[in-house]
């Protein structure tokens, strides 16, 4: 099982580097892969398992964060209006966006950055993506609010950037003009 042990933290290249396509289709080890992290993700969630095994809670992972450069995430959450999102996803591709973005008040967090980076996180509040799911399926997603914020942050992973990349170093807790929060 992976454990906080297995998670890269900041500093390590691969966080920073673009990771490669996933061959389809997917082979055994690449599935096991994508079942691993999803699973991790549960645990996570999971208070007795997270408790057990000290687990961080996390709402997604991408493969970079446990040092495989290559374009699988993995996401487990209900949103703000209690719908659940659960997917295992190979080579994920925004497709359209808009131009309105959105922001979590709060600013996010990550698993691989063990101290808090206030600030506004800008992020596209509607997203189109095509991916293929751990189950094999080709898929065209579209995401809104705390689903978009979440996979474009996992998305981010696949390209070497970091939430607090996009945080305004002048001044952090700036709004965009056409950003609405997500709630
Ligand atoms: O990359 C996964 N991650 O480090 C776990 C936290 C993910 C996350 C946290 C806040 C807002 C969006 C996404
Ligand atoms: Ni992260």
């Not at 890269?8 to 691993?36: F, Q």
């Amino acid at each position: 099982m992976i454990t906080m042990d297995d998670i890269v933290r900041e500093g390590d290249p691969v966080l920073r580097e673009n990771a490669e396509e996933v061959s389809l289709p997917p082979t055994d080890e690449d599935k096991h892969i994508l079942g691993e992290m999803l699973q991790f993700i549960k645990n996570s969630q999971d208070e007795e398992i997270a408790e057990e095994y000290n687990l961080r809670a996390g709402v997604g992972i991408a493969a970079p964060q446990i040092g495989i450069s290559k374009r699988m995430l993995a996401v487990h959450f209900t949103d703000f209006k209690d719908k659940e999102y659960s997917y295992g996803l190979f080579n994920p591709k925004i497709i359209s966006h808009s131009v309105e973005k959105t922001y979590l008040p709060g600013g996010e967090g990550c698993l691989s950055v063990d101290r808090e980076v206030p600030g506004i996180v800008p992020r596209y509040a509607r997203i189109t993506l095509r991916a293929t799911t751990l189950e094999g399926d080709e898929v065209k997603l579209r995401l809104k609010g705390y689903a978009a914020i979440v996979v474009q942050h996992e998305i981010d992973h696949l390209n070497g950037i970091m939430f607090y990349d996009h945080i305004n170093s002048e001044n952090p807790q700036e709004i965009p003009d056409n950003a609405t929060s997500a709630d």
